[in-house]
């Protein structure tokens, strides 16, 4: 008997992370502020609702992780990013754009992927 040799997943790093946040939120739509997210007809939901349809920056970063407590490590890390206390807090300021919020993403996943996390 042969064994076969599965292949080892690698973890996930916090690039990959925040790449797919972007993939949740950047479409038209798909971002929503108050709430880590939200179903199709605007009302919140648990982030891992299979009627999520949008989601906060935060949110999406719950949704994309592979556990809450890289995401926890990633949304605590992101609030050095920002003049507020809490990253949530700075994608719910009044005037912040979807546009505004995925480039921030995108910019801190480079950072990351540049140090080779």
């Known amino acids: 008997m042969t064994a076969h040799a599965h292949p080892v997943e690698e973890p996930m790093r916090v690039s990959d992370v925040l790449g797919r946040a ?3 939120i950047e ?4 971002w929503t502020q108050g709430s880590f997210a939200r179903n199709v007809g605007g009302y919140a939901v648990r982030i891992e609702s299979p009627e999520a349809v949008c989601f906060c920056a935060v949110g999406a970063i719950y949704r994309a992780a592979p556990h809450s407590s890289m995401a926890n490590r990633i949304a605590d890390a992101l609030a050095g990013t920002v003049q507020d206390d809490l990253f949530s807090d700075w994608n719910d ?3 912040r754009r979807q546009s505004e919020v995925v480039a921030k993403l ?3 996943a480079e950072k990351y992927r540049e140090q080779g996390k």
């Open 93 to 95: 300021r009044e005037g």
């Open 27 to 30: 479409p038209e739509g798909a």
């Open 106 to 108: 995108r910019k801190v």
């Open 22 to 24: 972007v993939d949740l």
